[in-house]
């Protein structure tokens, strides 16, 4: 069974940095287009950053110049380089993927996946 597994969140100090990653496990294929999205008390999910198999890359304004998504192809594994981190930032991160995988029994099948999110904190 495919699986989404975020870590690297925590408590930071306004201004410093935080790595997040996301480790997809399973019977995959191969990982297309990925993104980070992040959800605060009383406010809706929103896009973060997002980058396709191509390695076209996008950000929210808010993030833009501060945050940076890669992907490591062959650890199945998609980084958000957090950095600058401010007061508005917090909240939970959660990472998305298309991943085409057997995880159905039906041959590959392309299908969104969800991580469980990790904390993000900034406090003085």
């Known amino acids: 069974q495919v699986q989404l597994v975020e870590s690297g969140g925590g408590l930071v100090q306004p201004g410093g940095p935080l790595r997040l990653s996301c480790a997809a496990s399973?019977?995959?294929?191969?990982?297309?287009?990925v993104g980070w999205y992040r959800q605060a008390p009383g406010k809706q999910r929103e896009l973060v950053a997002g980058?396709?198999?191509?390695?076209?890359?996008n950000y929210a304004a808010s993030v833009k110049g501060r945050f940076t998504i890669s992907r490591d192809n062959a650890k199945n594994t998609v980084y958000l380089q957090m950095n600058s981190l401010k007061p508005e930032d917090p909240a939970v991160y959660y990472c998305?993927?298309?991943?085409?995988?057997?995880?159905?029994?039906?041959?590959?099948?392309?299908?969104?996946?969800w991580g469980q999110g990790t904390q993000v904190t900034v406090s003085s």
């Open positions: 399973g019977s995959i294929f191969s990982i297309n287009a």
């Open positions: 980058s396709s198999s191509g390695g076209r890359t």
């Open positions: 998305n993927a298309v991943i085409l995988a057997d995880d159905l029994g039906l041959g590959p099948t392309s299908r969104g996946y």
